[in-house]
T-cell receptor, first 115, second 111 residues
Framework: DVKVTQSSRYLVKRTGEKVFLECVQD?????MFWYRQDPGLGLRLIYF???????EKGDIPEGYSVSREKKERFSLILESASTNQTSMYLC??????????????FGPGTRLTVT | KQEVTQIPAALSVPEGENLVLNCSFT??????LQWFRQDPGKGLTSLLL?????REQTSGRLNASLDKSSGRSTLYIAASQPGDSATYLC??????????FGKGTSLLVTP
């Protein structure tokens, strides 16, 4: 089974702090993703990476950056945390499967509160 | 931009009922469609993935259909159980990598 793990289930940070969220997958997937989930807004894509050191912006990249130095690890960085970044953050990974489809597998999520 | 809509937003049914959750999307050019389950405060669990060339997929009591031309998918749950209570999310892949999600249907199955 694919396993996607996230470094923390719950995190509380102060406004202005630099925050690192870590994600690790154990299935050698080439693609990794960071989403945030908010009530009434659903899941929105922040950034994704299709290879080591490669990244692309998603729908809401402002205020975030990412790092992928190794294939299995994808980090989301909040350069200067703000209260509007309080959210549930979900990491996912995928690889090409049958007939070119990409099935995504998700981690358990990190609930971040910025005070 | 691909828009994904799920109806109803919430549903409450007695145990044992068969039920249908609906998903619609605005652009029929998709690679695949995926249904997920999410329990409160948890991550997403993949239930079914339908390739763009397929019409349906089945797993146990779950059956998902896809009609690309009309931009619709349905998730059918047979003989519902209280353990099926969760939020069900539909997502489409408009390009190779990312998914566009609906806002989900919150299902409550009462004993």
């Amino acid at each position: 089974d694919v396993k996607v793990t996230q470094s923390s289930r719950y995190l509380v940070k102060r406004t202005g702090e630099k925050v690192f969220l870590e994600c690790v997958q154990d299935m050698d997937h080439e693609n990794m993703f960071w989403y945030r989930q908010d009530p009434g807004l659903g899941l929105r894509l922040i950034y994704f990476s299709y290879d080591v050191k490669m990244k692309e912006k998603g729908d809401i990249p402002e205020g975030y950056s990412v790092s992928r130095e190794k294939k299995e690890r994808f980090s989301l960085i909040l350069e200067s945390a703000s209260t509007n970044q309080t959210s549930m953050y979900l990491c996912a990974s995928s690889a090409v499967g049958v007939q070119g489809t990409y099935e995504q597998y998700f981690g358990p999520g990190t609930r971040l509160t910025v005070t | 931009k691909q828009e994904v809509t799920q109806i109803p937003a919430a549903l409450s049914v007695p145990e044992g009922e068969n039920l249908v959750l609906n998903c619609s999307f605005t652009d029929s050019a998709i690679y695949n469609l995926q249904w997920f389950r999410q329990d409160p405060g948890k991550g997403l669990t993949s239930l079914l993935l339908i390739q763009s060339s397929q019409r349906e997929q089945t797993s146990g009591r779950l059956n998902a259909s896809l009609d690309k031309s009309s931009g619709r998918s349905t998730l059918y749950i047979a003989a519902s159980q209280p353990g099926d209570s969760a939020t069900y999310l539909c997502a489409v892949a408009p390009r190779r990598y990312a998914l566009n999600f609906g806002k989900g249907t919150s299902l409550l199955v009462t004993p």
